[in-house]
């Protein structure tokens, strides 16, 4: 069975040898590039099953880079590696498509978590979901609106965007931490808040107002939320 391939894009030497050499140790096949243009032949011709794209690189930033990938294979998983307290740069990666990001300095342990999840995760994310439904109740996601009965009621692009997740992985529980992390572009280490459940438990109230015909968004007590069983997902 061929061994998970990760290209590691990294413009330091002694950090990407470091990476190489952890992601080897642990039974990945491993590429490697040093600045945006090479990422991007490397993600294009190398066939990776994930890339761990830096953020700032020479030749081209890890962001221009993301956007070529992104387009050319819309489904490749890739994870940022980002600087502490650089909001700006993983608010701007996830909106370009990043699955996930990790913030420098980052323990083994965390990154081959990360790695793992985004593995784990990625072979059920639907290439374009752009309309959800239960028969009763339809949510168009470009247009963020929900449509009931010939009426329409818009929603945020939160809302939209904490969907379009469930609706991605709906084969497993989200947790709340990964929303945080993916939605609303912030670290949750060490953060205290109720803002995931508040959205949701909003999102809930909007779509049970509009008419729906089954609960949209389910509760794993003491994990996290997904998409009921009873919503269609469209492409």
């Known amino acids: 069975m ?10 330091d030497a002694a950090i990407r040898r470091g990476l190489v050499d952890a992601l080897s140790f642990h039974g990945y096949e491993t ?3 040093g600045d945006g243009m090479a990422a991007v032949g490397a993600a294009l011709e190398g066939a990776p099953d994930l890339v ?9 930033s890890g962001f221009e880079a993301l956007r070529t990938i992104r387009a050319a294979r819309p489904t490749l998983p890739v994870i940022l590696l980002t600087a502490l307290g650089a909001e700006n740069d993983r608010v701007n990666g ?15 342990r965390e990154l ?14 639907p290439l374009d979901v752009t309309t959800l439904t239960d028969g009763q109740v339809q ?28 609706a991605a992985n709906r084969a497993r529980v989200v947790e709340r931490d990964e929303l945080l992390r ?4 912030l670290d949750p280490r060490g953060l205290e808040t109720r803002t ?9 109230e909007r779509i049970a107002a509009a008419g729906a015909a089954c609960e949209w968004i389910t509760t794993a007590r003491g994990k996290g939320y997904r998409l009921g069983t009873g919503v269609e997902v469209k492409s």
Not at 52 to 60: N, T
Not at 153 to 162: F, G, L
Not at 182 to 185: C, E, F, P, Y
């Open 2 to 11: 061929p061994r998970t391939r990760i290209l590691v894009v990294e413009d």
């Open 31 to 33: 590429t490697e590039a």
């Open 52 to 60: 761990l794209l830096d953020c700032m690189l020479p030749k081209q």
């Open 94 to 108: 996830l909106s370009l498509g990043a699955d996930d990001y990790i913030v420098k300095p980052f323990s083994l």
């Open 112 to 125: 081959m978590a990360r790695i793992e999840a985004v593995l784990r995760r990625s072979p059920q994310r």
């Open 139 to 166: 949510i168009d996601l470009e247009r963020r609106v929900v449509t009931s009965n010939g009426s329409e009621t818009p929603i945020s692009e939160r809302d939209a965007n904490i969907l379009r997740h469930f």
């Open 182 to 185: 993916v939605v609303w572009g």
């Open 196 to 204: 995931v459940d508040m959205q949701v438990a909003r999102l809930r």
